[in-house]
């Protein structure tokens, strides 16, 4: 499993990033060394950068939306996140909130590329998903407060290649099978700017299980989201994140 962390880290730090002034190789070697500390945290981080948890728009019946920084670059996932409103604001009764259905899927292509580089691994895969559930409520014209659970999951797989397994205590390991789990509550408030589709919006979830905050602030528009997640026990506390999406 180290291996693997280990090529992953120095592929994504390293890789065509060169400049005189500053010892790269050093510094990536230094992330490394945090993340094979906490390698599930650290990767599952860059899943929730491209998770669509803000309620969709008044008016908007479904999205979809793709994590395009730092998601699929540098991270190389390919992945695919949507969005349905199952219930209207106030449709079937005055007060009743919207009640959007949220979820996506995600596929990291550095992992294969990594097990292609080393003799050591035969293959790798890392991927993951998450599920949930926004109820959103207007307080005012330009105020909306949202709340919410998500479940996500990432999973990784490892299989050696022959007389490469990992010893442990005397016993050979010829695979790695691991992941990180956890269920999330979602708490939030958006506010409109003007009468575009531009929309200011701050978050905070809580994981349950791992018992950890992070904070989302972001802005979002007819086609970008913007934003800074905040993870403040991560390998990387601060993350800039762009999504696109598409609403319908």
Request: proline share 5%; hydrophobic share 45%; net charge neutral.
């Amino acid at each position: 499993m180290k291996k693997l962390i280990l090529t992953l880290a120095v592929l994504m730090c390293l890789n065509g990033i060169s400049f005189a002034a500053i010892d790269w190789e050093s510094k990536g070697m230094q992330m490394a060394a945090e993340i094979v500390a906490n390698p599930s945290g650290f990767f599952y981080d860059f899943q929730q950068d491209l998770e669509a948890t803000t309620p969709l728009p008044p008016g908007k019946a479904f999205s979809v939306q793709t994590g395009l920084f730092p998601t699929l670059i540098p991270m190389t996932y390919l992945n695919l996140s949507g969005k349905y409103r199952l219930h209207a604001e106030g449709r079937m009764a005055p007060g009743l909130p919207q009640l959007d259905l949220i979820g996506g899927y995600a596929n990291m292509l550095a992992a294969k590329m990594a097990a292609g580089k080393s003799d050591a691994i035969d293959s790798a895969k890392l991927n993951g998903y998450y599920m949930g559930a926004i109820l959103s409520s207007s307080v005012s014209p330009k105020i909306r407060t949202f709340w919410g659970y998500k479940r996500s999951v990432l999973g990784a797989k490892i299989e050696f290649a022959p007389g490469e397994e990992l010893e442990l205590m005397g016993t050979k390991i010829g695979s790695v099978d691991t992941g990180f789990k956890d269920d999330f509550l979602m708490a939030g408030i958006e506010t409109p700017k003007g009468t575009t589709n531009k929309v200011w919006s701050m978050q905070l979830n809580y994981g349950l299980r791992t018992q950890t905050l992070s904070t989302k602030l972001s802005w979002s528009g007819r086609f970008f989201e913007l934003g800074l997640n905040i993870y403040p026990e991560g390998v990387l506390v601060f993350h800039p994140v762009w999504n696109f999406h598409v609403n319908f």
